[in-house]
């Protein structure tokens, strides 16, 4: 067809006119060491966290939305490379590995990113984020000197740099990345090599290598405190970043990692880092020059397939981040640094150009001055756990609550305070599916996984005359690794099962029968199986089953940790001690996976059997398949679903990995478990942990579902893979959504705002409008003085609405109760 002569040329303009809109004008990266200098102007540069892989495309734009909209400069997330590179030279860019498209999204936010490659990320990610793979070079030595990993990590990096270059991603060819990261936290290892050679040649290669690249953006090294190599910027993690500098003084001062709460583990609560402590430390951060911060995690989301590392990293990677694992609001802590950010944020010039003072008022209490241009700003803490403390600055005498910072942008007036949040509560919770009702209303079907073909002489890759190690028999490419022997027996007798492994899991069958399982506990590997088994007369069977729950992630030299039955031993123990049969060097055949991975039963192809009958489906039968079929449910809420009642295994929503799940992993009780109090040093280890929730229940019962794997006008397919032996019937999908949200308003004149979020849900009812509420928490306030004027203006001005405003007036005082703090608390 001939295209007439106008339209191509209208079609050449436009594509032109695209292009240039699409690579952005070039933007100078350099720094000082007050800043960095983009465009040649010293910059005060908020960041945060989301890793690409933890969350669906569809949610990308929504997630860097959000960033923007709470006061986030820049977008930071790791490179994944066992995620990109699942096998040598063979790469995955698609879906939520489609690396440039999320870096799109960041400059379509007009955003800027900040693209730590590592590739050794640590990041509770599989195997620190390494291919198990790269264990099968020979001469292959993990992050130190050796021409094996150097070529492989500058192989990996190079292809991301590359992608970048091609996609016009960094700064100068006018995109978003300003900075870029190579390792992580080699600082923190290399004492523990006794800062060997091999490791200091290593860090320098990196420096070299990465400078190579020619990205036209500075490299960045975090927690690289000694041993610097020159032309990278040495960063700092950690809760607290205010009294680290960087190694030298022409450099800024950049915290690449505050952490906004913690990563969870099958056998823990659930961490809480309170938005005042955060505050603080990055108040804390600014007042001492700090200026770049990047929040660790600002979305933490979901470790879907096998991604999670640990071992013993939970499926959710919520982190308690100030948007939560489904990508929504976590207030208050959303809306108090949002504050933060603004105030900190209009002191921009006088921050980085500023000459500073820093004085003391006594232990504990630093007033700094900042003055430029004829303007002062100023901030004050108190770094006191138990005492508040009033500081008179200028004449005007301000009370600093106890581990806190007040910012003044004037020196006059409090802008800010770290401990006074003036942003609303939302509890979050898990509503019925309004489609159909469950678990009644979930069809369900299940298949045997077949345990046959490893329990004769049937199948088996290869056989070896030793117990091996599983992550290099299997390369990782299943959790499961079966070990089998037989053996020849005379007469009937009792044993003793003894095997020794390394870990994580164990399932042990005699004679296709099973006689025991267990698992090793959390940040153990070494473990133990004793199982009584009887032996026939003739040929007995003994098949293993050893399960991996993710791959270390951290440490010097993690990846020489075994796991498996690695060496055993493996021996048949006599009844009374004595006559004992040592298996460990006796014939073992190998295989990796199971026969339904093989066979792909959670993608539920049309040719599979599944069994029902009358509806009925057996529980409590280990190593069992099930699958249920049920209707998305409507609205726009995130999707879980509750899979209480279940033991362990995987899951699966057309065909999408879930992740691992293990709702009968129970948290385990600990000191921080009932107390909270946000004042004081957080920690997420030792002693004085604080703020733990869900001590003692099942430590993961929801499991994220995407929107995005969902079908909104067909039947959907939930499949799960039991291994341990439950009962499926109670799991039910809910939506994720705000059920209480409370705020507090101190005097007359502020503005009181509540809101149910974004997704068309509407206050019902307002619940409490009282003065000096004194007990429980939102959701169930008590106490105080009823204002029965301030209940009746916000049930007119909220109910039936998604979001309202209300003005606290000295009208709402009087019939008998005292002015003070108003608190307000509505149902969504
Ligand atoms: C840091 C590490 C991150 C992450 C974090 C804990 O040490 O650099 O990758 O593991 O700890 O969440």
């Given at each position: 067809?001939?295209?007439?002569?106008?339209?191509?040329?209208?079609?050449?303009?436009?594509?032109?006119?695209?292009?240039?809109?699409?690579?952005?004008?070039?933007?100078?990266?350099?720094?000082?060491?007050?800043?960095?200098?983009?465009?040649?102007?010293?910059?005060?540069?908020?960041?945060?966290?989301?890793?690409?892989?933890?969350?669906?495309?569809?949610?990308?734009?929504?997630?860097?939305?959000?960033?923007?909209?709470?006061?986030?400069?820049?977008?930071?997330?790791?490179?994944?490379?066992?995620?990109?590179?699942?096998?040598?030279?063979?790469?995955?860019?698609?879906?939520?590995?489609?690396?440039?498209?999320?870096?799109?999204?960041?400059?379509?936010?007009?955003?800027?990113?900040?693209?730590?490659?590592?590739?050794?990320?640590?990041?509770?990610?599989?195997?620190?984020?390494?291919?198990?793979?790269?264990?099968?070079?020979?001469?292959?030595?993990?992050?130190?000197?050796?021409?094996?990993?150097?070529?492989?990590?500058?192989?990996?990096?190079?292809?991301?740099?590359?992608?970048?270059?091609?996609?016009?991603?960094?700064?100068?060819?006018?995109?978003?990345?300003?900075?870029?990261?190579?390792?992580?936290?080699?600082?923190?290892?290399?004492?523990?090599?006794?800062?060997?050679?091999?490791?200091?040649?290593?860090?320098?290669?990196?420096?070299?290598?990465?400078?190579?690249?020619?990205?036209?953006?500075?490299?960045?090294?975090?927690?690289?405190?000694?041993?610097?190599?020159?032309?990278?910027?040495?960063?700092?993690?950690?809760?607290?970043?205010?009294?680290?500098?960087?190694?030298?003084?022409?450099?800024?001062?950049?915290?690449?990692?505050?952490?906004?709460?913690?990563?969870?583990?099958?056998?823990?609560?659930?961490?809480?880092?309170?938005?005042?402590?955060?505050?603080?430390?990055?108040?804390?951060?600014?007042?001492?020059?700090?200026?770049?911060?990047?929040?660790?995690?600002?979305?933490?989301?979901?470790?879907f397939g096998?991604?999670?590392?640990?071992?013993?990293?939970?499926t959710?990677?919520?982190?308690?981040?100030?948007?939560?694992?489904?990508?929504?609001?976590?207030?208050?802590?959303?809306?108090?640094?949002?504050?933060?950010?603004?105030?900190?944020?209009?002191?921009?010039?006088?921050?980085?150009?500023?000459?500073?003072?820093?004085?003391?008022?006594?232990?504990?209490?630093?007033?700094?001055?900042?003055?430029?241009?004829?303007?002062?700003?100023?901030?004050?803490?108190?770094?006191?756990?138990?005492?508040?403390?009033?500081?008179?600055?200028?004449?005007?005498?301000?009370?600093?609550?106890?581990?806190?910072?007040?910012?003044?942008?004037?020196?006059?007036?409090?802008?800010?305070?770290?401990?006074?949040?003036?942003?609303?509560?939302?509890?979050?919770?898990?509503?019925p599916n309004t489609v159909e009702k469950e678990p009644e209303g979930l069809k369900w079907s299940w298949m045997p996984e077949n345990l046959q073909l490893f329990m004769?002489?049937?199948?088996?890759?290869?056989?070896?005359?030793?117990?091996?190690?599983?992550?290099?028999?299997?390369?990782?490419?299943s959790d499961y690794?079966?070990?089998?022997?037989?053996?020849?027996?005379?007469?009937?007798?009792?044993?003793?099962?003894?095997?020794?492994?390394?870990?994580?899991?164990?399932y042990?069958?005699?004679?296709g029968?099973l006689?025991?399982?267990?698992?090793?506990?959390?940040?153990?590997?070494?473990?133990?199986?004793?199982?009584?088994?009887?032996?026939?007369?003739?040929?007995?069977?003994?098949?293993?089953l050893?399960g991996?729950?993710?791959?270390?992630?951290?440490?010097?030299?993690?990846?020489?940790?075994?796991?498996?039955?690695?060496?055993?031993?493996?021996?048949?123990?006599?009844?009374?001690?004595?006559?004992?049969?040592?298996?460990?060097?006796?014939?073992?055949?190998?295989?990796?996976g199971l026969a339904g991975e093989y066979r792909q039963i959670h993608l539920d192809k049309p040719e599979y059997r599944w069994q029902s009958h009358n509806g009925s489906i057996p529980v409590n039968r280990p190593f069992t398949w099930y699958k249920a079929t049920f209707d998305a449910p409507a609205?726009?809420?995130?999707v879980v679903v509750d899979l209480l009642g279940l033991g362990k295994g995987a899951a699966w929503v057309n065909g999408n990995s879930l992740g691992r799940y293990w709702p009968s992993?129970?948290?385990?009780?600990?000191?921080?478990?009932?107390?909270?109090?946000?004042?004081?040093?957080?920690?997420?280890?030792?002693?004085?942990?604080?703020?733990?929730?869900?001590?003692?229940?099942?430590?993961?019962r929801y499991y994220h579902v995407p929107?995005?794997f969902l079908r909104p006008a067909q039947p959907n397919t939930l499949v799960l893979f039991e291994e341990a032996g439950s009962d499926p019937t109670r799991a039910a999908f809910r939506?994720?959504?705000?059920?209480?949200?409370?705020?507090?308003?101190?005097?007359?004149?502020?503005?009181?705002?509540?809101?149910?979020?974004?997704?068309?849900?509407?206050?019902?009812?307002?619940?409490?409008?009282?003065?000096?509420?004194?007990?429980?928490?939102?959701?169930?306030?008590?106490?105080?003085?009823?204002?029965?004027?301030?209940?009746?203006?916000?049930?007119?001005?909220?109910?039936?609405?998604?979001?309202?405003?209300?003005?606290?007036?000295?009208?709402?005082?009087?019939?008998?109760?005292?002015?003070?703090?108003?608190?307000?608390?509505?149902?969504?």
């Open positions: 067809m001939a295209v007439p002569l106008a339209l191509l040329l209208l079609l050449v303009v436009l594509r032109a006119a695209t292009a240039d809109a699409g690579a952005g004008a070039a933007t100078t990266v350099a720094y000082n060491d007050r800043a960095l200098v983009i465009n040649g102007e010293r910059r005060i540069l908020i960041s945060g966290s989301i890793h690409y892989p933890r969350s669906t495309p569809e949610m990308w734009p929504d997630l860097i939305k959000k960033a923007k909209e709470g006061g986030l400069d820049a977008i930071e997330t790791y490179v994944f490379w066992n995620g990109h590179e699942p096998r040598p030279r063979q790469y995955n860019f698609e879906g939520n590995y489609d690396i440039v498209r999320f870096f799109k999204e960041i400059q379509n936010a007009g955003m800027y990113a900040i693209l730590r490659i590592g590739p050794y990320i640590c990041g509770e990610w599989n195997y620190g984020g390494l291919p198990a793979w790269l264990r099968d070079i020979p001469g292959m030595q993990f992050r130190l000197h050796n021409e094996p990993f150097e070529r492989e990590m500058e192989n990996f990096t190079t292809l991301i740099v590359n992608k970048m270059k091609d996609a016009n991603m960094f700064a100068g060819q006018g995109g978003p990345i300003i900075l870029a990261q190579i390792e992580n936290e080699y600082g923190n290892i290399m004492g523990k090599l006794n800062n060997n050679e091999s490791a200091s040649q290593y860090i320098h290669w990196c420096a070299d290598m990465a400078n190579k690249q020619n990205i036209g953006v500075p490299w960045i090294m975090c927690q690289q405190d000694d041993d610097v190599p020159p032309h990278v910027i040495n960063t700092c993690n950690g809760f607290y970043c205010h009294d680290w500098f960087p190694n030298r003084t022409d450099i800024p001062k950049i915290w690449t990692e505050n952490w906004t709460g913690w990563f969870k583990a099958w056998d823990k609560p659930d961490f809480h880092r309170s938005a005042e402590d955060i505050a603080f430390a990055v108040a804390m951060f600014f007042q001492k020059r700090g200026s770049l911060q990047n929040y660790y995690m600002y979305h933490g989301g979901t470790n096998r991604t999670s590392g640990g071992p013993y990293i939970t959710s990677y919520d982190y308690d981040a100030p948007l939560d694992e489904y990508g929504n609001i976590r207030q208050p802590k959303y809306g108090h640094l949002k504050n933060l950010h603004s105030v900190i944020k209009s002191m921009e010039k006088i921050l980085v150009h500023g000459e500073y003072n820093d004085t003391s008022y006594g232990k504990n209490i630093t007033v700094t001055k900042f003055t430029f241009d004829g303007s002062s700003a100023c901030f004050i803490n108190n770094q006191f756990d138990d005492r508040d403390i009033n500081v008179t600055l200028g004449g005007a005498t301000h009370l600093i609550p106890a581990w806190s910072v007040s910012i003044l942008p004037d020196c006059k007036t409090v802008a800010f305070n770290s401990a006074k949040i003036k942003t609303q509560t939302s509890v979050m919770v898990k509503k004769t002489d049937e199948r088996g890759s290869f056989k070896k005359n030793e117990l091996l190690e599983q992550i290099s028999t299997g390369t990782d490419q690794l079966w070990y089998r022997t037989s053996l020849e027996h005379k007469g009937e007798a009792s044993y003793t099962l003894y095997v020794n492994t390394t870990g994580h899991e164990i042990a069958f005699v004679n029968k006689v025991g399982q267990n698992h090793s506990a959390n940040g153990e590997f070494v473990f133990q199986l004793e199982s009584p088994v009887s032996l026939h007369s003739g040929k007995n069977y003994i098949s293993l050893s991996t729950v993710g791959l270390k992630n951290y440490g010097a030299l993690f990846e020489l940790m075994p796991a498996g039955i690695a060496g055993g031993p493996v021996k048949l123990i006599g009844t009374n001690g004595t006559g004992g049969i040592d298996l460990t060097n006796s014939s073992w055949t190998y295989m990796s609205g726009e809420e995130a992993y129970t948290a385990s009780e600990m000191p921080g478990c009932h107390v909270c109090d946000y004042r004081g040093k957080f920690k997420a280890e030792g002693d004085g942990i604080r703020c733990l929730t869900g001590c003692g229940e099942p430590s993961q929107r995005a939506t994720v959504a705000a059920g209480a949200v409370c705020a507090a308003a101190a005097e007359p004149g502020d503005d009181v705002t509540l809101s149910c979020g974004r997704h068309g849900r509407a206050i019902s009812s307002v619940d409490v409008a009282s003065f000096g509420v004194s007990r429980g928490s939102c959701g169930a306030y008590e106490g105080g003085c009823e204002s029965k004027a301030a209940l009746r203006a916000f049930t007119a001005a909220c109910v039936g609405k998604e979001a309202c405003t209300v003005r606290y007036t000295a009208a709402f005082a009087g019939a008998g109760c005292e002015s003070g703090v108003l608190t307000v608390q509505a149902t969504c």
